[in-house]
T-cell receptor, first 112, second 113 residues
Framework: DQQVKQNSPSLSVQEGRISILNCDYTNSMFDYFLWYKKYPAEGPTFLISISSIKDKNEDGRFTVFLNKSAKHLSLHIVPSQPGDSAVYFCAATSSGYSTLTFGKGTMLLVSP | EAQVTQNPRYLITVTGKKLTVTCSQNMNHEYMSWYRQDPGLGLRQIYYSMNVEVTDKGDVPEGYKVSRKEKRNFPLILESPSPNQTSLYFC????????????FGSGTRLTVV
């Protein structure tokens, strides 16, 4: 049973517009969520995270929103740039644990 | 430069021939972890370690072994590789577990024939 779901395998956006990547989770014990970005032939790089005590966290062009009641989080990228084209992984974990549960990823393509 | 270094980057081997993928980090991180990435399955954790001599199973530990004799090194051992272990492997480390995010290595693409 997949505990972290990214239902959109891919997303195409024009440069300058907003990119919205979605993630759903089923495990109520998850209380910390992270987004990673991955370019081909490289390892994932940490992008932004959010604790369950917050509903929003912002870092420059990247904002993560958390809706605990819906068990849903989203990553907003504004404005999108061609360099943002990558695979984005949503991940979740529980306090006191060191395991990260990842979604399958969403490939974002930002066209000029 | 702060980094996680995996070796080799690419490896083709035959079924049953023992192999080790090395992982080293220079950031004095306590937490280290191994993941495998497969098409349609995302990243799945194999093993993790919270400190020297402390290791625990992740979601898919079958067929793998790890050791953590020194803080900086966390090798992944396949005693008898099988074709279903053909995958892209990532080592990662973190200062304090998940909360500050993991730093990942560049990956090892393993093919078992």
């Amino acid at each position: 049973d997949q505990q972290v779901k990214q239902n959109s395998p891919s997303l195409s956006v024009q440069e300058g517009r907003i990119s919205i990547l979605n993630c759903d989770y089923t495990n109520s014990m998850f209380d910390y969520f992270l987004w990673y970005k991955k370019y081909p032939a490289e390892g994932p790089t940490f992008l932004i995270s959010i604790s369950s005590i917050k509903d929003k966290n912002e870092d420059g062009r990247f904002t993560v929103f958390l809706n605990k009641s819906a068990k849903h989080l989203s990553l907003h990228i504004v404005p999108s740039q061609p360099g943002d084209s990558a695979v984005y992984f949503c991940a979740a974990t529980s306090s006191g644990y060191s395991t990260l549960t990842f979604g399958k990823g969403t490939m974002l393509l930002v066209s000029p | 430069e702060a980094q996680v270094t995996q070796n080799p980057r690419y490896l083709i081997t035959v079924t049953g021939k023992k192999l080790t993928v090395t992982c080293s980090q220079n950031m004095n991180h306590e937490y280290m972890s191994w993941y495998r990435q497969d098409p349609g399955l995302g990243l799945r954790q194999i093993y993790y370690s919270m400190n020297v001599e402390v290791t625990d199973k992740g979601d898919v530990p079958e067929g793998y072994k790890v050791s953590r004799k020194e803080k900086r090194n966390f090798p992944l051992i396949l005693e008898s590789p099988s074709p279903n272990q053909t995958s892209l492997y990532f080592c990662a480390s973190s200062l304090s577990g998940h909360q500050r995010g993991y730093t990942f290595g560049s990956g090892t693409r393993l093919t078992v024939v």
